[in-house]
């Protein structure tokens, strides 16, 4: 009886689903309510061959009732997401498996001589703590006039620094193979993650008084007439930026433009004048100057050539 | 430059973790939508399917005026919702002169449009209108019996695909246990004709046989329509081949306390909380009982003794 229900009907008891492929209405129903009825009674047959499985089933007494263990669903659906990707070694892991270092787990609680006591591996109270640690012994390789102190902080900030940054790298690397932990987002810190929108930037002080400045002079008479508005300043730069050294030196003082232009002829006349001139760079001009002009000639033969052929050809057929 | 950015709350880093792809996934979740437009019946087949599917679903209540799933470029909002409420199912309503009572529904790969089958809503029959014993009215989040009927559904490939539409929109989570009294509603979809689905949503009797398994009743308590298939998108193959994929490897579930040792095989350790011996309590600790006292009064008694003797003897 139930292998010939299983070959009618088609039964996937992990998704409480049945399908008969075979049913046909034995006369076309007159009435809606006739196909409803007519429904209903083929739906309860299907319902029913999965209850007979599903109540079969060895099943465990609870308060609540006998719980059934549901076999996994036979109908392939598809997924909603795409199957979590591998995620990539990072550098360490890379090198350990070169090396052949294996993971080993530490204790939480270490012996610590010092103070004749088990203590913490890390966090407060722990072993080794360099915070504790009074007096620093001057060695021989010490530079003199530093702090030890500050040193040993500012060493410990750097490690910090350069472990952010491996940790930064290999997240990069992460997400690239997809793998990216799920609670990670990497974020350009000057470009939004959306890419279309450009991220507003917060105009600071000096910006704006330099806008407005422009504003303000950019009218025909440099802003001369403008009503001025309430508790705006006068704009910063005013005209005038090249500035003429005097030709006629004040006295006592230098005269700035004779050393100006001193200055100038003693670099190129200089012992080591040579040095100014990019050697490299000379000759790649050169070269390219050289090339440019034979290029250009071999045009011009091509263009003859082709001329001085054709020439005979029409001719002929003239 | 990058930056690492993490949640800031624990709550948050759980609620991305529950999104992140995973081996085993989670039940679909369904998007309800409404589009420019929607008459009656659509608002309230809208309505009403969010009835059946709460707990899985989430409902815009909304018009869109964007979203026009068949079109290119109308699909860019729906996939932002999509994104945003993490639905990978989604059923948008709409009515137009060309197409009333228009339903699209709709499945998510990645949050992008796997595949679409649009139907026409046809005798509709609302929950309202069904009257019943509310005794067996189904109960909230309950995994239902799917059944389908009809050669339709095994020959004409646009029911195939409602088909296998109306199973992801319908069965819910994917469960290992399965409480039996807690089965207490069918879906019923029958193929009236090659393009037309008669759907009714039915409650369970279970009444006795005599036998373990009960025989059952189905009790209709609505909503029922007819579905006309219009217009629908199959999947793109590349895409359908990538989604059905599915990992050998099942998650291993860690087993706590448990080693395997290649000598002495198996090994277990249990765990013996500290046997705290001082606070045991002892039998009687009232001074009367107490050894010195008994012993002190033991020595007395004697002494006593053997001095009446002494003075007997003395007399």
Sequence with gaps: MDTEMDQIYQIDVGNLLAFNPNHRFPSAPSSREELVKECVTEGTKLVQAIADTLFNFPSTETVDGPLVQLPPPTTKLPREKHLPMPKPPTKWEEFALKKGIQKRKKDKIVYDETTDQFKRRHGYDRVNDDNDIPIIEAKASDEPGEDPFAKRLDDKKKRVGKQEKNRLQNLKTAAKAGALPSHVQLAVTALPISGTKTQPQKIGKDALGDVAGLAATSTASGGKFDKKLPGEKPPKKQGKHHKYLPVVPRYGVVDEEKEQTNKVLGKLLSKHSHEILNVGKAINMYNDKKEKKKSGRSDKLKAKKDITKKKPYANKAN | ?315
């Design chain 2, 1 to 315: 430059m990058m930056e690492i950015r993490t949640p800031k709350t624990h709550k948050a880093k759980r609620v991305l973790e529950k999104r992140a792809p995973k081996l085993v996934e989670n039940g679909k979740k369904t998007l309800i939508l409404h589009g420019t437009k929607t008459s009656a019946t659509v608002s309230s087949v809208l309505m009403e399917l969010y009835r059946l599917k709460k707990g899985g679903a989430i409902k815009y209540s909304r018009r869109n005026e964007n979203i026009r799933p068949f079109e290119s470029g109308g699909e860019t909002s729906l996939e932002f919702f999509s994104l945003k409420t993490d639905c990978s199912i989604f059923v948008y309503g709409s009515h137009t002169k060309k197409r009333p009572d228009n339903l699209v529904l709709g499945r998510m790969y990645d949050h992008h449009v796997y595949d679409l089958i649009e139907v026409g809503i046809e005798n509709f029959k609302s929950l309202l209108s069904f009257s019943y014993d509310k005794k067996i009215a189904p109960h909230e989040g309950s995994k239902p019996f799917i059944c389908f009927t009809g050669e339709g559904f095994d020959n004409v490939p646009e029911l195939k695909q409602l088909k296998e539409v109306l199973t992801d929109l319908f069965r819910g989570e994917v469960v290992e246990n399965l409480n039996l009294t807690g089965l207490d509603r069918a879906y019923i979809c029958t193929a009236i004709s090659p393009t037309k689905v008669f759907l009714t949503h039915c409650a369970i009797k279970l009444k006795k046989s005599g036998t373990i398994v009960p025989r059952i009743e189905l009790v209709e308590v609505g909503p029922s329509m007819d579905l006309v298939i219009r217009r629908n998108r199959l999947p793109n193959e590349g895409l359908r081949k990538e989604a059905m994929r599915s990992s050998k490897d099942k998650p291993k579930k860690k087993v706590k306390n448990v080693d395997q040792n290649d000598v002495l095989g198996k090994l277990g350790r249990v765990y013996i909380p500290e046997q705290e011996v001082g606070k045991i309590p002892l039998a009687d600790k009232s001074k009367g009982v107490k050894r010195e006292r008994r012993e002190g009064k033991l020595k007395k008694n004697k002494e006593e003794g053997s001095a009446s003797k002494k003075l007997k003897e003395s007399e």
